[in-house]
């Protein structure tokens, strides 16, 4: 077709090549004539046909196109053939694949930039074997069956020293094989981390959900099969609204459509926590689940649909039930009460008696009595105890496990809250370790404290006031006639005995926290604290600190104490607070049965190895030139917050601030 006459609609293609220019790709070209790209290949294909144009593919579906040189001859010369594969070397580069060639015995002839990236190599490999580097058994597989069956290949292969996952097209050709490599490793950590998800999905304790925004369910997992009782088409098949969920409040009213977690967060936008509610299994058997909620958004920010996690809680649930049928009684008792079913196993405790071991009242919940007495308990004392006459408690010692390596002993009285069946059984425990013990050394300690006040209030104070007053004398009668040394002497020695005054006053009120402290009454954190800040109001505007209080509680305990560890601990947190302005922040959270107060600032922190000196009497972490202070501050702190049966400590880093932590009981427990 060589001699053929073109068309004007060939000669306007052909126009646009350049007799020896650089090759074009089909879509360049489509885009020049305004034409899709179809009717584009097609014209291309008859210049080909025609002998006018060379062609040659690019990548899995791409193919560049070129005008031969017109200088007479019928074949292009090498240095022609080599300025065509320049510019053939300019349009690889263009691809976004990475693209290189290999002769048919696999050794370099091109690799374009990307290539070059994804491989680490660069322009030196030329001329060299593929083979010589990190390929993988795969890869070289499949370059062999590409060179013997002429055939593409296409596979996916992981790169150790790159650390990537290669999507790897190979192409056979008679003079060797063309290559094109994609990363594909962030699609390969998409699937790895979809199917971690899924697995975790499948394997979850927790129930999981999905509702469409139109509240139809999309998906259900194992656990929430087991949990409603339906296989997960059956699950699918119910909207969140369908009658067959028989759905309840805690009450076990039917529970209204706005009140669901799904209506809400549809609504509003935002998740549902700790949702309670009671739903009906096909069976009838009704089931009570605790629901958390999250709308998940699409690329226009409207919810596409929402997740649940489904917890059951049916035995907690009706465990609480039956908690709440003596709740009135048993926690208003200090002492400790607890109900045991026919296997002997804590059906119901109260606070008091959670206090006296090591369980909190949740996890001793169906504990056998074994993991709380000793193992002399289940027997012989069983016996005894129905053997009884009736008309009277009987009145047991045991011992029961307080901690690790901790006991204590309690009296116990029982008796059967049903006499005839005898299935439950009713404790009433009452600490009695080392009592008398504790109170003879009470007397003692209280004894030896009053002496020792006296003798620091009166024999070593008096002695201390004449020290200073004859120094003062000393200077005031002889100024005149003493040097500089000498005035500074006098400086020392009346600022050291300032500062001894200082630690007998603090020790003096060490000794008394226990004899001399109030008795406990019902006390307001709030009023304490604002107090405190009184007291510090000049050190608070020197400092241009800024002190942040939450609502915190009311607590038993001792006004005036309370108030000092404040002071203590509010000054400390300002002083040590760095070049910035300090900013301080106080909260309460309940901890079991008692509060937890926390002050936290944002100062120079502390080394965690020596957090336990600090509560220590005269241990400072500081020298006197760096700050003021005793050095007792902390440890009585520590001794008030002991009175008050609590703990304090203190978590901290240095340059990350520090959190100063102790525990107060509920103003109640002085009822």
Same mark, same amino acid.
């Given at each position: 077709?060589?001699g053929?006459?073109?068309?004007d609609?060939?000669r306007?293609?052909?126009?646009? !090549?350049?007799?020896?220019?650089?090759?074009?790709?089909?879509a360049?070209?489509?885009?020049?004539? +305004?034409?899709?790209?179809?009717?584009t290949?097609e014209?291309?294909?008859?210049?080909?046909?025609?002998?006018?144009?060379?062609?040659?593919?690019?990548?899995?579906?791409?193919?560049v196109w070129?005008?031969?040189?017109?200088?007479?001859?019928?074949?292009t010369?090498?240095?022609?053939?080599?300025?065509?594969?320049?510019?053939?070397?300019?349009v !690889? +580069?263009?691809?976004?694949?990475?693209?290189y060639?290999?002769?048919?015995?696999?050794r !370099?002839r091109?690799?374009?930039?990307?290539?070059?990236?994804?491989?680490?190599?660069?322009?030196?490999?030329i001329?060299t074997?593929i083979r010589?580097?990190?390929?993988?058994? &795969?890869?070289?597989?499949?370059?062999?069956?590409?060179?013997?069956?002429?055939?593409?290949?296409?596979?996916?292969?992981?790169?150790?020293?790159?650390?990537?996952?290669?999507?790897?097209?190979?192409y056979?050709s008679?003079?060797?094989?063309?290559?094109?490599?994609r990363?594909?490793?962030?699609?390969?950590?998409?699937?790895?981390?979809?199917?971690r998800?899924?697995?975790?999905? %499948?394997?979850?304790?927790?129930?999981?959900?999905?509702?469409?925004?139109?509240?139809?369910?999309q998906?259900?997992?194992?656990?929430? @099969?087991?949990?409603?009782?339906?296989?997960?088409?059956?699950?699918?098949?119910?909207?969140?609204?369908?009658?067959?969920?028989?759905?309840?409040?805690?009450d076990?009213?039917?529970?209204?459509?706005?009140?669901?977690?799904?209506?809400?967060?549809?609504?509003?936008? /935002?998740?549902?926590?700790?949702?309670?509610?009671g739903?009906?299994?096909?069976?009838?058997?009704?089931v009570?689940?605790?629901?958390?909620?999250?709308?998940?958004?699409?690329?226009?920010?409207?919810?596409?649909?929402?997740?649940?996690s489904?917890? +059951?809680?049916?035995?907690?649930?009706e465990?609480e039930?039956k908690?709440?049928?003596?709740?009135?009684?048993?926690?208003?008792?200090?002492?400790?009460?607890y109900?045991?079913?026919?296997?002997?196993?804590?059906?119901?405790?109260?606070?008091?008696f959670?206090?006296l071991t090591?369980?909190?009242r949740?996890?001793?919940?169906g504990?056998?009595?074994?993991?709380?007495?000793?193992?002399?308990?289940?027997?012989? %004392?069983?016996?005894?105890w129905e053997? @009884?006459? &009736?008309?009277?408690?009987?009145?047991?010692?045991?011992?029961?496990?307080?901690?690790?390596?901790?006991?204590?002993?309690?009296?116990?009285?029982?008796? !059967?809250?049903? %006499?005839d069946?005898?299935?439950?059984?009713?404790?009433?425990t009452?600490?009695?370790?080392?009592?008398?013990?504790?109170?003879?050394?009470?007397?003692?300690?209280?004894?030896?404290?009053?002496?020792?006040a006296?003798a620091?209030?009166?024999?070593?104070?008096?002695?201390?006031?004449?020290?200073?007053?004859?120094?003062?004398?000393? /200077?005031?009668?002889?100024?005149?006639?003493l040097d500089?040394?000498?005035? @500074?002497f006098i400086d020392?020695?009346v600022?050291?005995?300032?500062?001894?005054? /200082?630690?007998i006053?603090?020790?003096?009120e060490?000794?008394?926290?226990?004899?001399?402290?109030?008795?406990?009454?019902?006390?307001?954190?709030?009023?304490?604290?604002?107090?405190?800040? &009184?007291?510090?109001?000049?050190?608070i505007?020197?400092?241009?600190?800024?002190?942040?209080?939450?609502?915190?509680?009311?607590?038993?305990g001792d006004k005036?104490?309370?108030?000092?560890?404040f002071?203590?601990v509010?000054?400390?947190?300002?002083?040590?607070?760095?070049?910035?302005?300090?900013? #301080?922040?106080?909260?309460?959270e309940?901890?079991?049965?008692?509060?937890r107060?926390?002050?936290?600032?944002?100062? #120079?922190?502390?080394?965690?190895?020596?957090?336990?000196? #600090?509560?220590?009497?005269?241990?400072?972490?500081?020298?006197?030139?760096?700050?003021?202070?005793?050095?007792?501050?902390?440890?009585?702190?520590?001794?008030?917050?002991?009175r008050?049966?609590?703990?304090?400590?203190?978590?901290s880093?240095?340059? @990350?601030?520090?959190?100063f932590?102790?525990?107060?009981?509920?103003?109640?427990?002085?009822?």
């Open positions: 077709m060589t053929s006459s073109l068309t609609a060939l306007e293609t052909l126009v646009l !090549f350049e007799a020896g220019g650089a090759p074009l790709t089909t360049e070209v489509a885009e020049q004539l +305004d034409l899709g790209r179809q009717s290949y014209r291309l294909e008859r210049l080909v046909d025609h002998d006018r144009l060379e062609t040659k593919t690019v990548g899995a579906n791409g193919r070129w005008q031969p040189s017109t200088n007479g001859h019928a074949f010369t090498g240095r022609q053939r080599n300025a065509i594969d320049s510019d053939l070397g300019e !690889f +580069d263009r691809i976004s694949d990475g693209f060639a290999l002769d048919d015995e696999l !370099f091109y690799l374009n930039d990307r290539a070059a990236d994804l491989l680490g190599l660069d322009e030196a490999v001329g074997d010589n580097g990190n390929l993988t058994k &795969t890869f070289e597989n499949a370059l062999y069956d590409a060179l013997e069956t002429q055939a593409p290949v296409t596979f996916e292969d992981h790169h150790s020293p790159w650390e990537k996952w290669l999507q790897i097209v190979i056979p008679e003079s060797g094989l063309s290559v094109y490599s990363d594909i490793t962030e699609r390969k950590r998409r699937e790895r981390e979809l199917a998800y899924e697995t975790i999905v %499948e394997t979850s304790p927790i129930g999981i959900t999905i509702v469409g925004s139109d509240g139809e369910m998906f259900a997992n194992d656990r929430a @099969e087991e949990i409603y009782g339906r296989s997960k088409d059956e699950i699918n098949d119910l909207s969140f609204d369908d009658p067959n969920w028989s759905e309840v409040d805690v076990g009213e039917p529970l209204p459509d706005d009140e669901k977690p799904f209506l809400q967060i549809m609504e509003r936008g /935002e998740p549902v926590l700790d949702h309670l509610s739903v009906s299994r096909p069976d009838g058997e009704r009570w689940i605790s629901v958390n909620g999250a709308p998940v958004y699409d690329d226009c920010e409207e919810i596409d649909s929402v997740v649940f489904i917890e +059951d809680i049916t035995d907690r649930f465990r039930r908690l709440e049928q003596y709740e009135t009684v048993v926690e208003t008792a200090h002492d400790g009460i109900v045991l079913d026919e296997e002997r196993q804590f059906e119901l405790v109260n606070e008091s959670a206090d090591s369980f909190s949740t996890a001793l919940l504990q056998h009595v074994s993991a709380v007495f000793d193992g002399e308990f289940a027997s012989p %004392e069983a016996e005894q053997s @009884e006459a &009736t008309d009277e408690l009987p009145l047991f010692e045991e011992t029961i496990t307080a901690g690790p390596n901790e006991t204590q002993t309690v009296e116990n009285r029982f008796v !059967f809250l049903d %006499e069946s005898q299935e439950q059984q009713i404790g009433v009452r600490d009695v370790t080392q009592r008398e013990e504790y109170r003879q050394q009470l007397v003692e300690s209280n004894e030896r404290l009053s002496q020792f006296y620091v209030s009166h024999d070593l104070q008096e002695p201390l006031r004449m020290v200073t007053s004859y120094l003062q004398l000393l /200077e005031r009668r002889y100024g005149d006639d500089e040394d000498a005035d @500074e020392y020695a600022d050291g005995a300032e500062r001894m005054r /200082e630690m006053d603090d020790l003096l060490y000794s008394r926290v226990g004899t001399q402290g109030d008795p406990f009454e019902p006390v307001e954190l709030n009023e304490v604290i604002n107090d405190a800040c &009184t007291d510090l109001q000049l050190q505007e020197n400092s241009d600190a800024h002190i942040e209080s939450g609502s915190l509680p009311q607590v038993s005036g104490q309370l108030c000092r560890v002071q203590n509010l000054s400390n947190a300002i002083e040590y607070s760095g070049d910035d302005p300090p900013r #301080i922040a106080v909260s309460a309940r901890d079991g049965s008692k509060w107060i926390s002050v936290r600032d944002e100062g #120079i922190g502390i080394d965690p190895e020596k957090t336990d000196r #600090i509560f220590e009497v005269f241990q400072r972490l500081h020298s006197r030139d760096e700050s003021e202070g005793t050095g007792i501050g902390l440890a009585l702190c520590r001794r008030i917050i002991e008050h049966d609590g703990e304090i400590w203190v978590e880093e240095p340059g @990350e601030g520090s959190t932590s102790f525990m107060l009981s509920p103003a109640h427990d002085t009822e």
